[in-house]
Every structure is written in C-alpha cells, then in structure tokens.
C-alpha cells in the first residue's frame, strides 16, 4: 500500500496498568497472547493497515503506559489523536472507577476542535466467574452510556471482541472525519 491510497489514523490505548492495553494491541496486531506480564514504559506503538468501510487506512497504535509515574509524560501522545480504545479490567473494580479520568485526558488533551471518537473495553472477560466480584457487562454499559461511549467486551485472551472493537473504532473516525 503506498502513502497516496491510505489515511494514517493515531489512536492511543488508554487505561490503568495492567488491564490488558498491550494484550490486546498484540492480540489485534496478530501475535497472539502472553501471559508474563511486563509494564509498558512510557509508550510504545505499533503501524497497520486495514481497510475500514472501503477505507483503506493505516493504524499508528500508541501503547500509552497506565503507571501514575508516567501520567504526564504520556498526555503528550494524545495530541492530535483521531481516537482511543479506553480499557478496564473487570477483575478489578478500581480500573472501572478510573476510566472517567482517562475519558477526561484524552478530551482535554487531545488538541482537537471537538471530543475523539473512544471505545470503552471490558477486558478480561474469560476471567469473569460466577459469584465473584467482577465488575458486572450491566455496570459497564451503563457507564458507557452516562459517557456516550460504545461498549464492548474483549478477551485478549481469547481474542473476544478484539477485532470488533478495533472496527468500531475504525468506523467512528471515518463518521468523524467526514464531518
């Protein structure tokens, strides 16, 4: 694919450490799963092409790390970002109550005229077992709504939901930029 019959699109993967960001960046990108896990330091990204609605587009995925210590290094790589995937972790209610604040970097980051296209993701869900405390797909939706986000549920894992997620995405930005 030459540069002349493609669009590049910077998205950023955004949440809390270890909710899966990089699992599921891998996991989309086609290489396959690991089960050690290892903190991203700082950011890392990743090129791919894609067609999205006949579109053909190139994905520059950014891995931004969830560690507080790198909260203001990373609000740099919002900038001029055409969308996010915003992850949680459902084994872990603190990532849920999070994800308002990191809705809220990327629209105040992002140096767009007008809020980015973000996907909420509940990932982990093979985790999720009877009668424990996970946070629950109502709850998630719920939040999805109050924010006006779409809401999907992803294994990275297993690979549930990955590649829905990133064709969502896909087609919000198309819808966003043609306006």
Do not use: C
């Amino acid at each position: 694919m030459s540069n002349e019959d493609h669009r590049l699109w910077k998205i950023v993967l955004i949440g809390d450490g270890a909710v899966g960001k990089t699992s599921l960046r891998k996991r989309y990108l086609g290489e396959g799963f690991e089960t050690d896990y290892l903190s991203t330091m700082g950011a890392d990204f990743a090129l791919y092409d894609t067609t999205v609605k006949e579109t053909h587009i190139r994905w520059q995925i950014w891995d931004l790390a969830g560690q507080p210590v790198f909260k203001d290094v990373v609000k740099a790589y919002y900038t001029k970002v055409f969308g996010g995937i915003l992850v949680y972790d459902i084994t872990r209610h603190q990532t849920f109550k999070n994800v308002e604040k990191w809705l809220n970097d990327i629209r105040e980051n992002s140096k767009r005229d007008r809020d980015v296209p973000v996907i909420l993701l509940a990932n982990k869900s093979d985790l999720r077992e009877e009668g424990t405390e996970t946070v629950s797909t109502d709850e998630g939706k719920a939040l999805a709504d109050r924010l006006g986000l779409n809401f999907i549920e992803t294994s990275a894992k297993t690979g549930e939901g990955v590649q829905a997620a990133f064709n969502q995405l896909g087609t919000k930005i198309l819808d966003f930029t043609s306006e």
